[in-house]
């Protein structure tokens, strides 16, 4: 079993940044593939960004690309989404899941960011 813990969430006027960790209990964190995901009452949640296994290949939504950057500490089990220019829409629940090789997987509990106009 594998926990994941997020922090960082918060509220932030548009414009401004936030940094999201994703911390996990896996010794073999190294093993999982990790993919930020955010959801707003009423839809589905939707992929935001994701880093693989050794962080060499990244993925970003469009809605998210050239603001929002994912890297991860596999020394500290710990993944970061560096998020800046938040926009109002930004406002969610932001979840971190992770994936290994044989599809076993896990989500974290979330964490609230609110962006202001």
């Known amino acids: 079993q594998v926990q994941l813990i997020e922090s960082g969430g918060g509220l932030v006027q548009a414009g401004g940044s936030l940094r999201l960790s994703c911390a996990a209990s896996?010794?073999?964190?190294?093993?999982?593939?990790i993919y930020w995901f955010r959801q707003t009452p009423g839809k589905e949640r939707e992929s935001v960004a994701a880093?693989?296994?050794?962080?060499?290949?990244?993925y970003y939504a469009d809605s998210v690309k050239g603001r929002f950057t994912i890297s991860r500490d596999n020394a500290k089990n710990t993944v970061y989404l560096q998020m800046s220019s938040l926009k109002p829409e930004d406002t969610a629940v932001y979840y971190c899941?992770?994936?290994?090789?044989?599809?076993?997987?896990?989500w974290g509990q979330g964490t609230q960011v609110t962006v202001s106009s």
């Open positions: 899941y992770a994936r290994d090789y044989y599809a076993t997987n896990y």
């Open positions: 880093i693989s296994r050794s962080g060499g290949s990244t």
């Open positions: 896996a010794r073999t964190f190294s093993s999982y593939a």
